[in-house]
């Protein structure tokens, strides 16, 4: 069953950002494919406190998840929102054709290239990204597919036989899946890095199972800077950026906001407690 981010003056003005958003071309990664990207610069003359990568749910492209691009790239992060050629929407209209969403969506999260393809373009999306703002700090960020991705890469155990070095400082997975085809019992258990994974109460899984499975990687996950959000009502294609997700979209980026300041200052202790939102912390 398939379970689915103060500053410094004088001399750190180095860090400035001085790219405007845009999509850069002639990106390539390790194998020589291209990769698409959509950048989301800090605002002109702020000081760049690190990279932000975002990779999307399947199906998805660069030109999503516009609302986290501008919060991150507010709170002065480059942030890249990345392509993905094997799990993006032409890979996903192939694996349905003749099988149907769900189980198109299943062969599709479960193709090892497809994540081996995802991690070629995050390196090559982050090595771009460092090359204009060198602060050091580096986020990976990964909904749905993605959050899968953002989980291997923090350490996180699975049955495709990946293996991907901890490279990244922070993560953030929204819609995390719990055990099941990709992960298995206990699967989370190594992962030492600060972070964050938001669901919603309706976020549930593609085949039907309900959103309190994506509580089980953070339960497994020794403490130390690991929050677990949950909002009231959100659906799982409102932490996308889709439909009516205002109020979600708001909530996710305020704790994203509130998660890397609490990192930042080496406590990790979770807000006070608000309507529409609940925060678990260790």
């Not at 398939?2 to 958003?21: D, H, N, Y």
């Not at 020589?32 to 749910?57: E, F, M």
């Not at 990192?263 to 609940?278: D, L, M, T």
Request: net charge neutral; proline share 5%.
């Amino acid at each position: 069953m398939i379970r689915l981010q103060i500053l410094l003056g004088g001399i750190l003005a180095l860090f400035a950002v001085s790219i405007a958003a845009q999509q850069p071309d002639g990106l390539t990664r390790q194998d020589g494919k291209p990769v698409q990207i959509k950048v989301y610069a800090p605002p002109a003359g702020d000081i760049c406190l690190g990279i932000a990568i975002i990779s999307p749910g399947a199906g998805g492209s660069e030109s999503g998840y516009a609302y986290l691009g501008q919060a991150l790239s507010s709170l002065r992060y480059l942030t890249v929102v990345v392509g993905h050629q094997e799990s993006g929407l032409q890979a996903l209209k192939q694996q349905i054709q003749g099988q149907g969403l769900r189980d198109g969506l299943a062969r599709l999260i479960t193709d090892p290239r497809a994540y081996e393809g995802r991690f070629m373009d995050i390196a090559a999306a982050r090595h771009w990204a460092a090359q204009h703002c060198n602060a050091g700090e580096a986020i990976l960020f990964g909904h749905s597919m993605g959050a899968a991705t953002t989980m291997i890469e923090a350490g996180a155990k699975n049955k495709l036989g990946l293996s991907v070095a901890d490279a990244f400082d922070i993560y953030i997975a929204l819609s995390p899946q719990g055990s099941g085809s990709i992960f298995p019992v206990g699967a989370w258990q190594g992962i030492s890095k600060p972070l964050l994974s938001i669901t919603g109460t309706k976020d549930d899984e593609l085949g039907g199972g309900s959103w309190e499975t994506r509580r089980e990687p953070f339960e497994n996950m020794a403490p130390g800077c690991k929050w677990f959000a949950v909002i009231e009502g959100a659906t799982h294609m409102n932490l996308a950026g889709h439909g009516m997700s205002r109020r979600s979209q708001a909530l996710t980026t305020q704790t994203i906001e509130q998660f890397l300041l609490a990192v930042h200052q080496g406590e990790c202790k979770p807000p006070a407690p608000q309507r529409g939102i609940q925060i678990l912390a260790k």
